[in-house]
């Protein structure tokens, strides 16, 4: 399915809270859910959600642009992780999910045990670069192809001078200095994604599975998104991974597509999305997609995070059905998205994401 983009960013936001003001508490769906219609036809009440830490600032965004919208509903997210959050939405202390991931076939099924038959829904409505972030000093523009970054971070390439990088940087002048790479040292969606984006493009310089652990022992690790862009902030010469809209004052290296070099914005992201397809043999509303993470096209940025809101199309109760079914629908608004490039330099998603998104959200319903 190849989509087309009429809504785009144009500006990236680098700011991101630590925190977000509306923390979940993790009550029972029971307890936290009691929710009605008032008079005017506004909603009232709390829903919960948890999940990938990589939405903790668009979820800010979206939580505050809501609350103008709705502001008898309080939306708390805890950005426990796409793990964390996919487990309490399995067992039923959430009523959706944030994930960096897709479910695979294991959750799936128990999806379907907390969901009944109508099954699921998978949005991908966060959508942002992942920048390949480094300290070098006197060297503001930097390209490294897919083979070389994976030879950086398989600790093969060892030097800033390396032959590997001057070939892509011809008209640079880069040091005699040693590369220090660091990874997250927690389970990361983020690394995941950049994982499979090495295993796809860069053959064999990149031998490793795709998987949310770091699979290269030595070099340096640090916890969480903000611990990378801190080593690499301290460490001259150091090089790591980490969300566009927290790359600060870092370099952010242009990689390697087809015969050129693509510089990571919210514009470039959107358009690998739109080349890339949807995951077969899913549910009717589950729109995980499938990332042309070898794309060849001019103006793709192929390392991208695309973050889910996972949930139920059928709901226990109307409540509940009510809430999920109102904020999804401004989540995925072109105001919602808006919100959320501004809090945290996401890509908006396409029209035509938004019409299919819609689809689902519209099937919502009660038991």
């Not at 379907?112 to 966060?126: D, K, M």
């Not at 358009?271 to 995951?279: D, W």
Request: charged share 20%; with cysteine; proline share 4%.
């Amino acid at each position: 399915m190849k989509l087309s983009t009429k809504t785009r960013a144009t500006t990236l936001s680098v700011a991101l809270a630590s925190t977000l003001a509306l923390t979940a508490c993790g009550a029972s769906n029971e307890t936290d859910n009691a929710s009605s219609s008032g008079e005017d036809g506004g909603l009232s009440g709390t829903l919960v959600g948890a999940g990938a830490s990589s939405q903790q600032a668009a979820m800010q965004g979206w939580s505050a642009g809501y609350n103008s919208v709705q502001p008898d509903v309080t939306v708390n997210y805890d950005p426990v992780g796409s793990g964390g959050g996919r487990e309490q939405f399995l067992a039923g202390g959430t009523d959706f999910a944030g994930s960096d991931a897709a479910l695979d076939e294991e959750e799936l099924a128990e999806a379907e045990e907390r969901c009944g038959a109508s099954g699921i829904f998978e949005l991908p409505n966060y959508i942002a670069p992942i920048a390949v972030v480094y300290n070098l000093e006197g060297v503001e523009d930097l390209n490294l192809s897919p083979e070389t970054v994976a030879g950086i971070f398989n600790q093969q390439i060892t030097t800033w001078n390396d032959p590997a990088i001057a070939a892509d940087n011809p008209d640079a002048t880069l040091p005699d200095q040693a590369i220090t790479p660091v990874n997250r040292s927690d389970e990361s969606g983020t690394t995941e994604n950049f994982t499979e984006y090495l295993a796809a493009a860069a053959g064999e310089a990149w031998p490793h599975e795709p998987s949310g652990d770091w699979p290269v022992s030595g070099g340096e690790a640090a916890q969480g998104t903000s611990g990378v862009v801190s080593a690499v902030e301290a460490g001259a010469g150091s090089i790591g991974y980490a969300d566009l809209s927290q790359a600060g004052d870092l370099g952010v290296a242009n990689i390697g597509v087809g015969e050129e070099f693509v510089e990571p914005t919210a514009e470039s992201a959107a358009a690998v999305v739109e080349n890339s397809e949807t995951l077969e043999g899913r549910g009717e509303y589950d729109f995980a997609i499938e990332l042309a993470r070898d794309t060849t096209e001019s103006g793709n940025y192929p390392i991208v995070l695309i973050s889910y809101h996972v949930g139920c199309i059928e709901y226990e109760d109307q409540e509940t059905a009510d809430l999920v079914k109102d904020f999804m629908t401004y989540v995925v608004s072109e105001d919602g998205q808006q919100a959320a490039a501004e809090a945290a330099g996401s890509a908006p998603i396409s029209d035509a994401l938004r019409e299919q998104a819609q689809s689902a959200i519209d099937a919502i319903t009660a038991a």
